[in-house]
């Protein structure tokens, strides 16, 4: 009885010894990302959208691990991602550009996805990602000095789609997200508005200063126009 219990004992042993050495080989996984800077802003109030046009900065993407805790720089190892290029683009290696195109806020996105142990990045099968904001502060018309005066034109949104709208000549940019859009020109400028849906939203029309699906202006006094996305 004795040597039963012994034979009962060493498997125990060697089980516990087994299951500690398959622990501690395991590899390090990716449990988290955190990209810096965590927020970024371009521009002014008093500046056109434009103006901020290829303005960049570098991202840096640091991974926390355990097995055991540590945190790495994996900023070329990730996968960059944009939620609104058509405002904030980023690159291969987290350089971030302002297209000078609409403003407003977005999410700039770092990924890792993996199934295994490649290159110290296993995150055992899970998809792990980091954000950051990117903002790009809309031009409100407020120059600040002289040239007060000026006529405006104010954009305002309706319906439940999204989309941009944009003028030329330059000024006016911003997104149907924007707290406010507007823009002062020359009196008697022709300014011509372009909406432009985003993803599977559909332009509905222009009320209110401009009527149909085209916008122009020749600015004279304060206009303010309506840009329906559906």
Known sequence: M??????????????IVLLSVSSCGEGQQLVSIAIQPGVET???????????AGATVQLRAL??????PVTKDITDQVTWASNT??????????????TGG?????????TVQTNADTS?????????????????????????????????????????????VTSTPAGLSCANTDISCVASFPTGTPVTLTATPVGTSVFGGW??????????????????ATATFN
Request: proline share 4%; net charge negative.
């Open 207 to 224: 009320t209110g200063g401009c009527t149909g699906g085209t916008c122009t202006i020749v600015l004279q006094t304060d206009t303010t």
């Open 2 to 15: 004795s040597r039963k219990w012994f034979s009962i004992t060493v498997l125990i042993i060697a089980a």
């Open 85 to 98: 290029p058509a405002m904030v683009t980023v690159n291969s290696t987290g350089l971030i550009t302002v």
């Open 63 to 68: 991974g926390t691990y355990v097995h055991p």
């Open 42 to 52: 371009f521009g002014a109030a008093d500046t056109p959208v434009i103006d901020d």
């Open 120 to 164: 110290g990045l296993s995150a055992s099968g899970a998809i792990v990602t980091g954000y950051m904001s990117a903002n790009v502060v809309c031009f409100t018309g407020t120059t600040g000095g002289g040239g007060g005066g000026e006529p405006t034109i104010a954009v305002s949104f309706a319906g439940a789609g999204t989309g941009i």
């Open 102 to 110: 609409p403003c407003g806020g977005t999410l700039i996105s770092a």
